[in-house]
């Protein structure tokens, strides 16, 4: 079957057509989508191109940021108001793939891919999906569990999240290759502390699980207590348990596991250190 | 099967084609207009042979559709050189040995030239990131940061091995 | 900048008439290359031109029972699909032509399949993406059969045969199972020293990964001739072997190449441009058979495996008396060049050293892995790797500096070569004295006095 596009201006009109047709897909940059038809994928014949302007939408004003989902990797690393995010953006791809990646493309991007939805789930962010019936607003961890079950016709439009206390927010994603490369794992963190104690913390592990996965059991270890040396250590002790990385060109799954207490601790002691 | 119409611009001049729908911009240029000077070397957005600016910003001609760059502006390095006179990166590549088997050699030069419209300055730390997407096989990629960092101080070629920026 | 050293070998030197060497020249291709303008092989337009997906095996090794392309051939925008019996002479000759066998591939499998990958239908199609799909429609049933990956296990008894041509897992030489060199008594050097060091070395298939991937575009022309746009870099070679699988004269084959976007020794085998000569015969249209990134990566050939054992006998005072190797090379499931490279690293080993006692065994190992082949020094680099890194063992063992070790050790104008050649026109010493002042790693004074054309004494 020959290859088709169909470009829609607006949402129901390209949901209507990917919950028709098995072979249509949603474009955002294409990094993934026009790789695999390249590659040889003659399961997909339809590309199709949304280009509502609300997918296009960034609010990051005040306290609650929202950026539609066709926001580039690009847009974000270049924005004044979310610098805390430019080192996510900026690690994902080179320049030329950040300047056509979008953050609807990589909350479906496949492990080892997916940077900014590690991100976004220690963001605690709020993911909105809408099909041709409505809106549905996900938790990201709901998200990230439910993803592979949608319905064929559901777009990620938006995702939205409450703006981090300074310096509340880590990141750091390693690669065999840098500046760019597939992670060999990434974690991203929230680390709330009042009066020395951490409140509620979230950490997000990317390339250690079939998705972007958060990690309970090292974030209990920390909510409550006072961020030290021996807390932290408490915390990388048990890190590894929950995940189960895959083996890959990028790194085996026993070293994923051996190396992610040690990028963990390096992360959280770098949080210590800071006057936050 | 049907055919659709792109029109765009090339190097600054006005070009239309019929092509296949989900046709790539790389297909478009070097299959249809005769562009050769971008080069289909992994087809998956990792090598980067195919860097080309689209409206100013880097992309890759083997990832992007040619239907979605209807009435953009397109350059690669067939327009680099005006008037025949070779672009300050061209002449720097030629002066600091920054090709071999020059497979690599355009889309290098293409995402040099955004970095240094962005940043006329930049340092080597800038220079290593803005060609983070192209992959070089053959020189180590050591001739081509400095040719690009002696275009970005406006001084004479380095010497061809071992000087350090 | 390049700088000579001049005080080394002075009475030899005659520098008068150098102009080039030691001049910093542009090179002769760049001003093609930063134009964009290097003609690469598919750097042409060309209307009408078909495209070729090759049909590969999924398993490492099998029989074949059964192939079924009536589905593929129907599909729309499929030109011709091409199997074995299409193959005038279905029989990979890489090395034939200079007197180098054997002629253990086929071009297309037909009864078995000795590797995952190996090319058996060839998709001639008017788009690459119709190739793709019509590729999906052929059926082919396999009997799978055990594989075996390890060359020691592949030389055992009772292990898998990947060649039947061969009837054993290794190339026999004129030689025997291996290439040998003997110098000596190797026991006789062990019974004498004073420490024995015995070690294994292995390495991994390596991709050359070149920017650009193997292919080749297929023009027809007139009264029979064809021109074929290459990245080979063995132009003349695969212009010879085309003319013998598809058994048509040189002179109808116009060969336009010499220009690869990377190469390193991966672009030698000769292993599209048959096929798309062939199915550009067929139909009668331009073809290309450009190989995509997975065949890149896991098709095409690597440089070979190797394992490499080495068994030394040395000397308090830093003189290696005896060294005994055996070297296995993987040459996959197929020999391509890896008989040549077995036999070139039996002359390499044991290196630049002088050594009396000298035992070699270096085979070549055929498993039911990619077929390996030339990169960069194929049958040295590797053997290299495994010498120095033992020439630096020996020296913590005994104590001794590694560099000063292989000053001890360095081979000298007139020693017996343990292939019975006698050395001259040694340099070693010389340049690890520069190497010794450049770096920074000072060695004694007597090392500084040494010369190659000195015997030792």
């Known amino acids: 079957m020959p290859l088709a596009y169909q470009s829609f201006s607006e949402l129901s009109a390209a949901a209507a057509l990917l919950g028709a047709d098995s072979g249509a897909r949603l474009l955002g940059g294409g990094t993934l989508l026009v790789r695999r038809v390249n590659e040889g994928d003659t399961s997909i014949d339809t590309y199709v191109r949304l280009r509502d302007p609300k997918l296009l939408l960034l609010d990051a004003a005040g306290e609650t940021v929202r950026l539609g989902a066709g926001i580039t990797m690009s847009r974000i690393a270049r924005e004044p108001a979310l610098t805390f995010l430019a080192p996510v953006a900026k690690a994902i791809g080179g320049p030329a793939v950040r300047a056509a990646a979008t953050i609807g493309g990589n909350l479906f991007a496949p492990s080892p891919y997916g940077d900014f939805g590690v991100a976004l789930l220690a963001l605690g962010a709020t993911i909105s999906v809408e099909n041709t019936r409505g809106t549905s607003e996900f938790p990201a961890e709901a998200f990230f569990d439910a993803r592979d079950d949608l319905d064929a016709g559901s777009i990620v439009t938006a995702v939205t999240f409450r703006r981090p206390a300074n310096g509340a927010f880590r990141f750091l994603k390693v690669s065999r290759v840098r500046p760019k490369g597939a992670a060999v794992l990434s974690i991203a963190a929230m680390v709330n502390r009042t009066n020395g104690i951490v409140v509620e913390p979230r950490i997000a592990f990317g390339a250690m699980a079939k ?16 961020l030290t040396a021996e807390s932290i250590e408490r915390a990388v002790g048990i890190a590894a348990e929950e995940t189960s990385p895959a083996t890959d060109a990028i790194a085996s799954g026993w070293y994923r596991k051996t190396v992610l207490p040690v990028h963990l601790r390096r992360l959280l002691l770098d949080a210590l250190a800071e006057e936050v | 099967m049907t055919k659709v119409p792109v029109q765009l611009t090339l190097n600054g001049e006005e070009r239309a084609e019929f092509i296949d729908s989900g046709t790539t911009l790389l297909r478009l240029l070097r299959d249809k207009m005769g562009d050769f000077t971008l080069k289909a070397g992994c087809l998956q957005g990792t090598c980067g042979t195919c860097t080309v600016l689209v409206d100013g910003e880097p992309r890759l001609a083997c990832l992007t559709l040619a239907e979605d760059c209807a009435a953009k502006a397109v350059e690669t390095v067939a327009g680099l050189s005006g008037n025949g006179s070779l672009h300050p990166l061209q002449q720097a590549f030629l002066d600091n040995f920054a090709a071999q088997c020059g497979f690599c050699t355009p889309g290098m030069l293409m995402a040099a030239k955004v970095l240094l419209e962005a940043n006329p300055h930049p340092s080597r730390a800038d220079v290593v990131e803005a060609l983070a997407g192209n992959i070089c096989r053959c020189t180590g990629y050591e001739p081509i940061i400095q040719a690009v960092l002696s275009v970005s101080r406006g001084s004479a070629p380095r010497a061809a091995s071992g000087e350090r920026a | 900048m ?47 031109l078909l495209h070729i997906r090759m049909v590969r095996s999924p398993y490492h090794h099998a029989r074949i029972l059964a192939i079924d392309v009536s589905a593929a051939e129907r599909h729309p925008g499929v030109k011709r699909v091409i199997t074995a019996k299409d193959v005038p002479h279905n029989v990979y000759t890489i090395l034939n032509l200079i007197g180098i066998g054997p002629e253990d591939e086929p071009v297309l499998a037909f009864d078995k399949v000795r590797w995952l990958g190996e090319p058996i239908v060839a998709i001639v199609a008017a788009s690459e993406r119709s190739a793709y799909e019509a590729a999906a429609l052929v059926r082919v049933d396999y009997e799978e059969l055990p594989a075996v990956f390890d060359m020691e296990e592949a030389l055992k008894p009772g292990a898998p045969l990947v060649n039947e041509y061969h009837g054993q897992n290794n190339y026999r030489y004129d030689s025997g199972e291996c290439r040998k060199v003997r110098l000596g008594d190797v026991e006789e050097g062990f019974r004498g020293a004073e420490f024995i060091l015995e070690q294994r070395y292995d390495s991994s298939p390596i991709e050359h990964a070149p920017t650009e991937t193997t292919g080749c575009v297929v023009v027809p022309g007139q009264n029979n001739r064809l021109t ?35 190469g390193f020794g991966g672009k030698v085998d000769c292993i599209v441009e048959p096929i798309a000569l062939l199915a550009a015969m067929l139909t009668g249209r331009p073809v290309a058979f450009i190989y995509n990134r997975y065949e890149e990566m896991q098709i095409s050939s690597p440089r070979a495996a190797e394992r490499i054992y080495i068994k030394d006998g040395v000397m308090k005072d830093g003189r290696i008396v005896a060294r005994q190797v055996r070297c296995y090379v993987d040459a996959g499931a197929y020999s391509r060049h890896s008989p040549y490279g077995a036999q070139k690293s039996a002359a390499h080993f044991p290196g630049p050293y002088t050594i009396p006692h000298v035992s070699i065994d270096s085979y070549c190992v055929y498993t039911n892995r990619t077929p390996s082949s030339a990169m960069r020094g194929f049958g040295v680099t590797i053997g290299d790797f495994a010498l120095e890194v033992q020439m630096d063992k020996l020296a913590r063992m005994i104590g001794m500096d590694p560099l000063e070790f292989r000053f001890v050790n360095a081979y000298r104008d007139g020693d017996m070569k343990a292939h019975h050649q006698v050395t001259e026109g040694a340099a070693l010493i010389e340049c690890m004295q520069e190497a010794s002042i450049l770096a920074n790693w000072p060695v004694d004074p007597r090392y500084l006095q040494m010369s190659s054309r000195q015997g030792r004494g």
């Open chain 1, 211 to 226: 998705t972007a996965i958060r990690a309970h059991g090292a974030e209990n270890a920390l909510n409550g207590m006072a």
């Open chain 3, 2 to 48: 390049m700088e000579i050293r001049k005080t080394y070998f002075a009475d030899e030197r005659s520098d008068n008439g150098l102009k080039e060497v030691g001049q910093s020249r542009q090179r002769s291709d760049v001003p093609g290359h930063i134009r964009g303008m290097t003609p690469f092989y598919a750097d042409r337009q060309i209307p009408g």
């Open chain 3, 228 to 262: 074929c746009y290459t990245g080979t870099q063995a132009v003349f070679f695969t212009l010879d072997n085309a003319s013998i699988i598809l058994n048509v004269p040189g002179q109808h084959l116009h060969f336009v190449g010499g220009t690869a976007g990377g």
